[in-house]
């Protein structure tokens, strides 16, 4: 059977448009379709899913230097995966439960329900994953990330902390606690930035 990769070609041509342009720097939809010939949206949005660019529900930016080591880019290939991995059993625990019951991280003497953030999951996939929670009598919830996208947790946990988390499910914002960073190796260092509800 032949595998078809819809629009490999016009992902990996937009890519290298990206960089020769931005760099590593971030960038908006708005200036993408603006100043890149062949960028829209829906492109965009198909090269994020293929692991090319990040997204954090704001910008774009490149996932790796196209001179990156293979070795990163079957990092965030294997990252990929596991996040499709977890997004398919949590679904599918869904199915079964009206909650996704969490593992629980200490923070300051209270206790917090984890929320992992992979390098590509963006403002919607996180809003998702909290309101599915099971948060039982947890005191607020936890966003874990691989430590270089602690910047992309900060701005999506900036988002939940708006007044009215416009477009969203969730019935209250939150408020920053506090950050850790965590691992005894330098480079796999965990960013975690801790949330409670506002009262």
Known sequence: MTKVRPRLQDCVDLYLAAHDRYGTDEF????ATAELAAASERLLELAVAYGLFEYDGTAYRL?????ADADRWVAALTDRADLLRRTVADRRAGRASTGRDAVTVPFEDRQFASVFVGENEGFEAVVDAVESLDMGDRDGVVLRSPGPNANAVQRIADRLCEATPEGTPLEASFQKEGTDVVGADKNELEFRLFLTRDS
């Open 28 to 31: 908006t939809a708005e200036q």
């Open 63 to 67: 996932a790796r230097d196209p001179d």
